[in-house]
Nanobody, 124 residues
Framework: QVQLVESGGGLVQAGASLRLSCVLSGRPFSSYALGWFRQAPGKDREFVAAISWSGSSTRYADSVKGRFTISRDNAKNTVYLQMNSLKPEDTAVYYC?????????????????WGQGTQVTVSS
């Protein structure tokens, strides 16, 4: 069974940076495309970024493009989300997710496995 564990969240001021990490265990890491999603209080979970199994292809939500970078280290079974120039509207619980699919990685329904989430709070 695939397990995903996120870390790296916290409380920061606007303009600061954070790096989230997510470790996958239980199955071969390189078999999965990975995504980051977030959910703010009272809102639906939304797509943030995704990366293909090889790392050669990435996709971002318009709201984070140019500020966030997704990457993966297949040797460490870890996917990262580098978040720069954080804004108060980035405040949410951030989830990583894994899928065997290769397309439509911005769609929540494509993902089979989810982590428990890590809180990111950005103060103004």
């Amino acid at each position: 069974q695939v397990q995903l564990v996120e870390s790296g969240g916290g409380l920061v001021q606007a303009g600061a940076s954070l790096r989230l990490s997510c470790v996958l265990s239980g199955r071969p890491f390189s078999s999965y495309a990975l995504g980051w999603f977030r959910q703010a209080p009272g809102k639906d979970r939304e797509f943030v970024a995704a990366i293909s199994w090889s790392g050669s292809s990435t996709r971002y939500a318009d709201s984070v493009k140019g500020r966030f970078t997704i990457s993966r280290d297949n040797a460490k079974n870890t996917v990262y989300l580098q978040m720069n120039s954080l804004k108060p509207e980035d405040t949410a619980v951030y989830y990583c997710a894994a899928t065997i699919y290769i397309d439509y990685l911005h769609i929540i329904g494509q993902y089979d496995y989810w982590g428990q989430g890590t809180q990111v709070t950005v103060s103004s």
